[in-house]
């Protein structure tokens, strides 16, 4: 009798290890990305990444607390890391700005309006136009 209920009491005690290593998991992650909607910075660094997949959706609708659909699609991604050590996502349309930049340069930018999540690793970046004021 001993024996089942220590072997029992094992048992539980896994399964609520398991539960507690999956809680944070099943927690919903921030589609907020942070960073500045317009402003200047310098270039600290930047970087393509071809054919990922991101989810684009518009941060009107997150502001507004409806439900944000996630839809993933391939395509190149430009990204910027500006002085504020946060990282841009560079509009699609905007591709001639990005391959002019040069670290240490100024660029003025504001926010399309949208925000990017990648599929592979979850990371959230506010999409920017570079040199608009």
Not at 16 to 22: G, I
Not at 48 to 64: G, T
Not at 66 to 79: I, P, R
Not at 108 to 119: D, K, T, V
């Amino acid at each position: 009798m001993k024996h089942s209920s220590r072997k029992f009491l094992n048992i539980l005690n896994f399964l609520l290890l398991v539960f507690l290593c999956f809680l944070p998991a099943c927690e919903n992650p921030s589609l907020d990305p942070g960073g500045q909607e317009r402003g200047k910075g310098k270039v600290v660094d930047f970087s393509l990444e071809p054919n990922i997949r991101v989810a684009l959706y518009l941060e009107v609708d997150l502001k507004s607390g409806k439900k944000t659909e996630l839809n993933y699609g391939a395509m190149d991604a430009y990204f910027v890391t500006l002085d504020d050590n946060i990282t841009y996502m560079v509009d699609w349309n905007d591709i001639e700005d990005f391959k002019s930049l040069k670290k240490g340069q100024e660029v003025p930018y504001r926010s399309n309006g949208y925000f990017a999540r990648l599929e592979k690793n979850g990371k959230v970046f506010r999409v920017i136009r570079l040199n608009e004021i």
